[in-house]
């Protein structure tokens, strides 16, 4: 069959795109386990991390020849980036293998600087981004056995988000001869807890089966800002 009736082509844009990209990280971790008592673990670790990247998108315009020209985009983070996490722990342990309390502190903070240039004939279109993240967890649980063949299990554990975002913008439009610049900027907050207590009982029936039954009530606190 014959295709009729062909749209005629409007506009063709004729290009060559070169990216570079490179990347650093470094990270460190360390972590020990060491007994206060024959019963009591105390279990620590961190880890640091530091991450660059840095992009060059180059962009050759060949045609059509009112647009001909080289645009230019690097993105490049900050050299004060870094993530550093963290977590203690309490492990009480005793002859009944069935009976245990634990106890745990996690943070992670970590920020994040970035910034992208257009670089595109005569001016440069800039944004920077501004990331921190704040976050605390803490976890707890106690378990013990009733018989042989019945545990409880009760506990708590909590999550909390304290991250900001900041991010400013510039743009270039371009209409005929006219050339206008805008800019602007965006700040984000968002706070977040979350409390969490839990009861759990499981019985055993056979080797094979077992019975488990469980009760939360969780609390959930947000404040967004923007």
């Not at 795109?17 to 971790?29: A, F, V």
């Not at 963290?86 to 009480?92: A, D, F, S, W």
């Not at 704040?134 to 976890?139: A, G, S, V, Y």
């Amino acid at each position: 069959p014959s295709i009729t009736n062909l749209p005629s082509i409007t506009n063709l844009i004729d290009y060559d795109e070169n990216n570079t990209n490179k990347k650093n990280n470094y990270k460190l971790r360390l972590g020990s386990d060491y007994y206060l008592t024959d019963h009591l673990l105390l279990n620590a670790e961190v880890n640091y991390s530091v991450h660059q990247t840095y992009g060059d998108n180059i962009r050759t315009i060949n045609a059509p020849l009112e647009d001909a020209g080289i645009v230019s985009t690097i993105t490049n983070d900050d050299e004060d980036n870094f993530d550093i996490e963290g977590v203690v722990g309490l492990i009480k342990s005793y002859d009944n293998p069935d009976k245990e309390f634990s106890f745990f502190l996690s943070k992670d903070y970590e920020a994040d600087n970035e910034n992208e240039i257009l670089k595109a004939l005569a001016w440069d279109d800039t944004t920077n981004f501004e990331e921190l993240i704040n976050m605390t967890e803490i976890d707890i649980l106690y378990k013990f056995p009733i018989n042989e063949k019945t545990i409880i299990e009760f506990g708590y554990d909590g999550l909390f988000n304290d991250n900001t975002e900041t991010s400013d913008h510039m743009l270039t439009y371009i209409n005929e001869e006219q050339i206008d610049h805008f800019s602007g900027s965006n700040d984000f907050g968002y706070k977040r807890s979350i409390h969490g207590f839990f009861f759990e009982y499981s019985s055993k029936i056979s080797d094979r089966w077992s019975i488990k039954q469980g009760l939360r009530y969780e609390q959930v606190n947000k404040d967004i800002s923007f």
